[in-house]
């Protein structure tokens, strides 16, 4: 991994101006559940009518090799299938990696270096024809070539020979790693052992493109599909999508997507108040409609929550994802341990989840993992400080640091309206850090100005706020990328901002990595976050949650703890 998951800057990036009912209330809204955990308009989920989509980003790039995250997000999901995906159930079911074109999540070797997947029988594109195992290998190279750059980095790393592959189109050898000694055979050979294997299935780079079908940087106009809906429209480079019914996918091969819809109309472009003023008015087609990309915030929330029937309409996730303070020990004074430490007793976690949005938004946070079984969560707290910070604790840890009288640093952040790096948060840390003696000067910077300046190890400040997403739900993404130092990037975007080398965190990251019992290494993930927490390296803050409004005729709304986001592939109209 070399950057933040696409879900986890998107949602991070939500902006909240609204104005919809009326009224003010201390908490979020409840949804309205049935029986099976999802939730929306009561009755029986039917097929037909159309789902119309209301986003504020365009689907570009819709081409497999391009994008980045499971199964592409929402709406790629509905035309790519990919080997493996998540499983389409509420909460932390939804946080399982299930089969998808394959038969089961794969065989591996018995050292986790070589994979083993066998098709379904029955798998067929939009024009009728077969998926076979060469589509998929095909499917792979291509997300090779820098022609069709943006996909996710896994593969290049992993794969023999994949650092110096160049894609089809340059090297029509293709990469002999992957192996298809039959139609429906494919076989991958890594060059470590890597259990997560079938995580990495997930991702659209394993969706099967014909070769004789492929355009190169014009495939995303028509992609084809092996999902149960086609590209039927694509305008304004994704813009305006329009996708009708594949009448050759079929259900037996697809435990996962409902495909309750007849028609799935996508329109983007719109502005974040813009979506929800529409969503919340839920009137004519927007009463079928649904967003993939626009949070409420915390004012459009309050008004929201004032409105029992509008309140019922909003779905509730947690997607993986930690906002955390980060320290560069290699600028001083945050070489001292003990400043760290003290740092870590003076926050206010209380005051910083209401700069968040309160606590319908956020959740107080004391370790790096996500509170998700999946990420292999272990309750722990290195500087247990309470609600509000241990201020004494603090000062004691301060003077016996050499800073008796206090300290003056200096905290960057964002200026990006995000409710996460931005003015709102440093400024509770401020304050709290204040009652320890510490007097903190804030630098805020524009949003791309912060991305370069704190992921390049020759500008990185001191002290700063960022976040972090998994691209699924394991601790090995999660960890791996900000604390093995391994992945320490000199010449290009570093993540991991403590410059953390520790012969002993990098040999655990590799041990647990030839797990193929994902159960057992989750266990070892958790164990490991309190180790590295321990160091105080950083300071974890809060995890975020997201909260979506849908249309009034949505039905069968599934949420789960892999994406934290309204699942397109389950809803119905009807």
Not at 338 to 348: F, G, L, N, P
Request: hydrophobic share 35%; net charge neutral; proline share 5%.
């Amino acid at each position: 991994m070399r950057q933040p998951s696409v879900i986890s800057r998107r949602v991070a990036a939500a902006v909240v101006v609204l104005v919809v009912g009326s009224g003010a209330a201390a908490c979020g809204p409840q949804d309205s559940k049935g029986s099976d955990g999802s939730s929306g308009a009561a009755g029986k989920p039917a097929k037909g009518g159309t789902l119309t989509v209301l986003n504020r980003a365009a689907q570009e790039d819709f081409d497999p090799a391009r994008l980045y995250t499971s199964g592409g997000g929402n709406v790629p999901s509905l035309v790519f299938r990919t080997l493996t995906t998540r499983n389409r159930e509420a909460g932390a079911a939804g946080a399982k990696v299930v089969p998808d074109l394959a038969t089961d999540l794969g065989t591996p070797s018995k050292n986790a270096t070589v994979w083993t997947y066998t098709l379904k029988d029955g798998l067929k594109y939009e024009d009728g024809t077969a998926i076979t195992s060469a589509d998929i290998k095909y499917g792979i190279e291509r997300s090779f070539a820098a022609e069709l750059s943006g996909g996710a980095p896994y593969l290049r790393d992993w794969l023999i020979g994949g650092a110096d592959y160049r894609g089809p189109y340059k090297d029509k050898k293709g990469l002999a790693s992957i192996e298809t000694p039959d139609a429906k055979t494919i076989v991958f050979h890594l060059n470590k052992p890597e259990g997560e294997f079938p995580y990495l299935a997930t991702q659209t780079q394993t969706t099967p493109v014909p070769k004789a079908k492929d355009t190169g940087t014009k495939y995303e106009n028509h992609p084809i599909s092996s999902g149960p809906y086609k590209v039927v429209k694509n305008e304004g480079d994704g813009e305006r999508l329009v996708l009708e019914r594949n009448k050759f996918w079929s259900a037996a091969t697809d435990e996962e997507r409902k495909a309750y819809p007849d028609r799935i109309d996508v329109r983007s472009g719109l502005d974040s108040a813009v979506i929800n003023q529409r969503l919340s008015a839920s009137r004519g087609a927007d009463a079928a409609a649904v967003t993939t990309d626009t949070n409420l915030g915390p004012a459009e929330l309050a008004k929201v929550t004032g409105d029992k029937k509008l309140a019922a309409r909003v779905g509730t996730g947690h997607f993986g994802y930690t906002n955390y303070i980060a320290f560069n020990p290699k600028v001083k004074p945050f070489d001292n341990p003990k400043v760290r430490q003290a740092i870590s007793y003076a926050v206010d976690r209380t005051s910083v989840v209401n700069a968040a949005g309160g606590s319908s938004l956020a959740e107080p946070a004391t370790t790096f993992l996500p509170e998700q079984a999946s990420f292999g969560f272990n309750a722990y707290d290195a500087f247990p400080a309470g609600k509000t910070g241990d201020a004494a604790k603090a000062k004691e840890l301060l003077k016996e640091a050499g800073y008796a009288k206090g300290l003056t640093i200096t905290l960057t952040h964002s200026n990006e309206k995000n409710f996460a790096t931005s003015p709102e948060i440093a400024t509770a840390i401020q304050e709290a850090l204040k009652q320890a003696g510490i007097t903190v000067k804030l630098q805020g910077l524009e949003s791309n100005a912060y991305s370069d300046k704190i992921y390049n190890v020759k500008s990185e400040p001191g002290f700063f706020l960022t976040g972090w997403g998994a691209d699924w739900p394991s601790g090995g993404p999660f960890l791996a990328p900000i604390f093995d130092g391994r992945q320490i990037v000199k010449n290009g975007y570093n993540f991991n901002a403590s410059q953390l080398d520790d012969a002993s965190v990098n040999k655990e990251i590799d041990e647990i990595n030839k797990l193929t019992d994902l159960s057992a290494a989750a266990k070892r993930w958790g164990a490991l976050d309190k180790k590295i927490g321990e160091q105080a390296v950083t300071v974890p803050l809060f995890h975020p949650v997201y909260k979506r409004l849908y249309g009034e005729s949505i039905k069968n709304v599934v949420i789960s703890d892999w994406t934290g986001v309204l699942d397109i592939s389950q809803v119905a109209v009807k």
